[in-house]
């Protein structure tokens, strides 16, 4: 699997430009993300839906289903797309370092 | 010269169907070639490596795809499908193959020039592989690179008008038969219905926001020509409610043997002068069909609309006058309990545009339902299965009707709502033990 380096960190990736692994996650990680999935600057709404999916995957070792992640965080999908265009699988899942989204995708 | 032998697929370029083997191999050519002088977004041997790797399939009897893959545009979240080859130093070509789906025309009618402009731009920008179409019913563009799926989005929708279709645990493109566009048959305009709901549920369509999948397919008949009542969670099948129109002059031509019983559909086989009892009469599921003085009667009341006489005599008898459709819900394929087909759910709704009781009535109350109770990965026939269907009903608000089931249940383990129940739930035992000694 290739590797990047950002910001003097180095991560491996998959060829969607996933994590390897959640514990190798940091905030260099979302910083590294952001441009790729169309972010120009994170504000505490994208901090607060990274900080969601991480808790929930930490407790439940899933990532939440998108309508447990609106409820939570009280943002409509919407709102998800404005923050995160590429949605919260490929956009919001990635830069919090779940692992990438399977199934009939 | 081939960049790969292929012994095993040459062989499928025998035999009198149309070969993908011998189409593939011309598309690599022509990419070879290169007469037009195209600056090709994409490798030029994609075709090449595609049978490659194929043939590798066919030596060891296992897919060489790698597992999953996300990618797509901004703004959606659904409509590629990603895909990498697990051997990309061998088939390099292949290395990315994702797949997009493009909404499709209902009914499936084209004109040449669009097909042109489609083709133009996923000559230039992917393989040139298509499927047409998906089972789902999407133009499917099979094979390009992460880098062309903006590039392919931003000329599809400024130049050609033309937007992605659905994936992912959202609504799938919808798609319908050829309806009234050629067909006596048709209730109802599914092409208008079809291109209506997909219009009207664009944002479901492109952000999934689902437990799961859901699929609308219409069809204009109990015929189901796009198989609504097996590949769709929602069907919605045309029908009528007043009388079979009856052309006694035309029946008698085709007892007569002037006109060919199923429009000539058996027409390969001598199965006998045309008995019209024997083909019509004694078939009706309901036995409500008569023949008697060079006359055919039919008892409306008692008919299902199941089509057998009209399909085999369609110059004689006509669909009613008073159309509608029957919506049916619930179908799937066997993952993850066990495959089902529709259940009735609506009886009988009027389809006429802008069709508001179908929307309002129907597929939202359905939806605010499954969104809110479904598990995650559960489709709408597993979540009736689990919460039961007077559940469904409860929340559309349609009251329970015989033709909701089969057969009554056999079992009696029925549940009652404590307010049906006189008296309630709330007993004291020692009430009971006033009556009854231990």
Redesign the interface.
């Known amino acids: 699997m290739p590797t990047v380096e950002f910001q003097g960190k180095s991560f491996t990736i998959d060829?969607?430009g996933?994590i390897d692994d959640y514990k190798n996650w940091s905030q260099e990680w979302v910083q590294y993300v952001k441009k790729e999935e169309?972010i120009d600057e994170l504000n505490e709404e994208h901090q607060n839906v990274i900080k969601v999916l991480r808790e929930y995957y930490e407790k439940n070792g899933?990532a939440p289903?998108?309508?447990v992640l609106s409820k939570v965080t009280g943002f409509k999908?919407?709102h998800i797309?404005e923050l995160f265009?590429?949605?919260?699988?490929?956009g919001a899942c990635?830069m919090a370092g779940l692992p990438?989204?399977?199934?009939?995708? | 010269m081939a960049k790969h032998a292929t012994p095993m697929l040459d062989q499928l370029e025998t035999g009198p169907w149309p070969s993908f083997v011998t189409d593939i191999k011309r598309q690599a050519e022509f990419r070879k070639k290169n007469q037009e002088k195209m600056n090709y977004q994409i490798p030029v041997d994609v075709c090449e490596d595609l049978l490659g790797i194929l043939e590798l399939s066919f030596k060891h009897g296992r897919t060489h795809w790698?597992?999953?893959?996300?990618?797509?545009?901004?703004?959606?979240?659904?409509g590629v499908?990603?895909r990498?080859c697990d051997q990309p130093e061998q088939f390099p070509g292949v290395a990315?193959f994702h797949t997009m789906r493009v909404a499709q025309p209902a009914g499936k009618f084209y004109t040449s020039s669009y097909l042109r402009e489609l083709c133009d731009l996923w000559d230039f920008r992917g393989s040139g592989i298509t499927n047409m179409h998906g089972s789902t019913g999407d133009i499917i563009f099979l094979g390009t690179t992460?880098p062309q799926l903006e590039e392919i989005f931003f000329e599809l929708t400024h130049r050609i008008n033309q937007d992605l279709g659905g994936?992912?645990?959202n609504l799938r493109t919808p798609s319908d038969c050829v309806g009234q566009a050629r067909c006596e048959f048709a209730c109802y305009d599914t092409q208008a219905l079809c291109h209506d709901l997909t219009n009207e549920y664009q944002?479901e369509l492109h952000?999934?926001?689902?437990?799961y999948?859901f699929k609308f397919k219409f069809d204009g008949c109990p015929n189901c020509c796009v198989a609504s009542i097996a590949r769709s969670d929602m069907s919605f099948i045309g029908t009528w409610r007043d009388d079979i129109r009856v052309d006694q002059k035309a029946v008698a031509a085709y007892i007569g043997g002037e006109l060919k019983a199923n429009a000539g559909a058996h027409s390969g086989r001598d199965w006998g002068k045309f008995d019209i009892q024997k083909e019509v009469i004694a078939l009706c599921p309901t036995g409500c069909m008569r023949y008697e003085g060079g006359k055919l009667e039919i008892n409306n009341r008692e008919c299902t609309r199941c089509m057998h006489c009209i399909n085999v005599m369609p110059r004689a008898l006509r669909i009613g006058l008073e159309r509608g459709l029957s919506i049916l819900v619930g179908a799937k394929a066997p993952i993850l309990d066990g495959a089902q087909m529709g259940t009735l759910l609506v009886p009988f709704i009027s389809a006429e545009p802008p069709y508001s009781e179908i929307k309002e009535t129907v597929i939202e109350p359905v939806w605010d339902w499954w969104?809110?109770e479904g598990k995650?990965?559960e489709r709408l026939g597993e979540l009736i299965k689990r919460q039961g269907f007077g559940k469904l009903l409860e929340v559309t608000g349609f009251k329970p009707d015989p033709r909701m089931v089969k057969e009554p249940r056999s079992n009696p383990y029925i549940f009652w709502k404590e307010e049906e129940v006189e008296g309630g739930w709330e007993r004291d035992i020692n009430e009971f033990r006033k009556h009854h000694q231990r």
Do not use: Q
Request: glycine share 22%; net charge positive.
């Open positions: 060829e969607d996933f169309g899933i289903m998108v309508r999908l919407k797309y265009p590429s949605g919260p699988g490929k990635k990438k989204p399977t199934g009939c995708v | 790698k597992h999953g893959g996300i990618v797509g545009v901004f703004g959606y979240g659904g499908i990603g990498y990315h992460t994936s992912g645990s944002d952000r999934p926001a689902f437990p999948k969104m809110e995650n990965r």
